[in-house]
């Protein structure tokens, strides 16, 4: 039996039988679900679609209820629940619960319906049955379940984001709370709310933030600001506050904004800008440090390197005073070389005299301990030295404000100290404590080269005072210095001595080089002219005999050149020959200066006929010998030099040319000004004096 025969049709006494056809045929075949329960909850009848959705078809569905029909328990539920309430007089139910089953949709995923239930009333109105009707909702239902996601997905990305969304009416007043907002900032809703918020913000960045948000919404553009903000626990985080105006139209609706939580980029942004600024810090260390070191090689003597650190404590370190102390061999006193003065050590100790108590702080523990002595300010040196009274004095009456001082180390042994002091506290990090201990190693080495250089300073100098005769009826001067920064005894050298027939014999020589190898060949050329002189004195045949003895014993390589000369104190009678070097200059009283014009011959080893020269020179008259040093550098030709020459000694008063000392002085003063020595400079001055003549 059909369920259209066997179900009586509901009431339709005024339709025809086509148009009751009709209906049926719409039940039946339409879309949506369709179904009549009587009174007891059972299913009499049930359309095509609607038995779909149960999974059945519609002979199956009848004399059945749906909780005989349906296997999950929440679809049971529902259905019961809707009927019964139906059934008792409730009206019409619309069920939030949706019903899935039936076909597919086009995406392959299962059908939603939407249930709602209706009471089917008799002629006297009672409820007689119930009648189900299911809409596909799959659509909605799809559009519904991804706005759910994409607003969990929203949600999800602001928690991720630390961001915390706000809105403002269209004056930038906020009149919805905040709860995500306030359980950070401990506000009340109260106090959140109209323009509270900015209450959270730091004291030292309210104002900005408050006055940028007002900005904003007059401007109608969008706000940005980064502040602080106190958290319910006291602590400050920084947030970025973004808000962009909403428009219809030209109408100002409202704000939407976001609270974002950065202080972890905001951290690492610092952190960031401190590593930069550290490596840049480093950078311009080492650039300094090069730098010092170059200074520091040039500094030939110790007063030089002691200037030299001034500067760079004065550039490099930015020090307001630079002080640099030697101990003696004794270690016992310590010489500060700025000043000259001297600190004695009682027992092994470096001890400060009262003038100076905060030097035995400072250097004497750097001596000491062999390590840093560093006070940023003066309660750290106050702490340091146990108030110790004469520095609590000498705190009373001075400018410093810190102080550092790091021992001079020459094989691990301490030579000295050097001391910094600043006029305002200093913090002193570890990078800059690296970097003034390896400028202390620095000024160490540049200090051992110039207690070396002076020296071997003093011993060259020594040594050439000792070749002038001391008295033979004539005077005679001579003058030495180094062009090189490294090495003090070059291939320049001088020498005079009496010959057996009461001439004097002179020499100036230059044997190209530096160093030990130049000063072997100088000592070797020399000894071997002395010989020569003494057998056989005439310049040409002392040169001839030099040439010989260069070829067996110099190299090729080995260039030397020089003049020597042969003068008879009583006629004034010089016999000249040169080798290569320079023309002898000749500086009278009352003439203008000239050079010996005696055309050069070749430098020694090089054969040629040695020539011989002969000039007389007058009584008050002085004969200045001199290597290439004083007329030739990287800017000058030795032709134009030359020219200098005479130029300058022609300037000279009448009391410096009588005085072989001062002339030679002279000379090189006025050579040498305005360019970088980069060559020996010797000069040899032999002066004839005017004779006093008995009356007649």
Known sequence: MSTETSVPPPRMSKLGAVDSALMDVLLSEAPIGFALLDSTGRFQR???????VYGCDTAQCRDRTPAELLDRDPDRIAHE???AAVLSGSGTVHSEHRLEGGPPDASGRPRQWALSWHPATGADGTVEGVVLIAVDCSDRFSAEVALRRSEERYRSLLTATNQVVWTADANGDVQEDCPDWRVITGQTAEQYLGRGWLDAAHPDDHEQVARAWTDAVADRTTFDEIFRVRTQSGDFRY?????????????????????????TQHDADDMRQRLTQQLGEAALRTVRLQKATSDLAEALTVSEVVQAMTEIGQSAVGADTTTVGELDRDNLRLHVLRDDSAVRVPGGRVAAASAQADLRVAMETAVRERRPFI????????????DDPEVLAFLRETDERAWVALPLLSAGQPIGALRFTFSA????SDEEKVFLEALAGQCALALERAKLFEREHRTAEALQASLLPEDQGISMQAFYRSGTQHVQVGGDWYDAFPLPDGRIAGVLGDVMGKGIKAATGMSRVRNALRALAFSMPEPADVLTGLDRMFDATEGLDQVTTLVYFVLD?????????????????????????????????????????RG??????????TVVLYSDGLVENRKRAVATGLEELVTVASQAR?????????????????????????????LLAVHLPVLDTAPE
């Open 654 to 682: 009448p009391e410096v040319v009588g005085d072989p000392q001062h002339m030679l002085q002279y000379l090189v003063e006025g050579m040498l000004a305005g360019y970088e020595q980069d060559d020996d400079v010797t």
């Open 81 to 83: 629940s809707a009927v």
């Open 612 to 621: 011989h020269h002969k000039f007389f020179v007058q009584p008050g008259n």
């Open 375 to 386: 006070a940023g300010n003066p309660a750290e040196l106050r702490e340091l030295v146990e």
């Open 239 to 263: 947030y970025r506050s973004r808000a962009v105006p909403i428009m219809r139209g030209d109408t100002l609706m409202e704000w939407v904004g976001a609270h974002s939580d950065i202080t």
């Open 569 to 609: 104190p009583e006629t004034g009678q010089i016999d000249l020959s040169n080798a290569g070097h320079p023309p002898p200059l000749v500086v009278g009283e009352n003439t203008e200066p000239w050079l010996l014009a005696a055309e050069p011959d070749t430098p020694l080893g090089v054969s040629s006929e």
């Open 46 to 52: 049930v359309n095509r679609t609607l038995a779909e």
């Open 425 to 428: 506290a200093r913090d002193i």
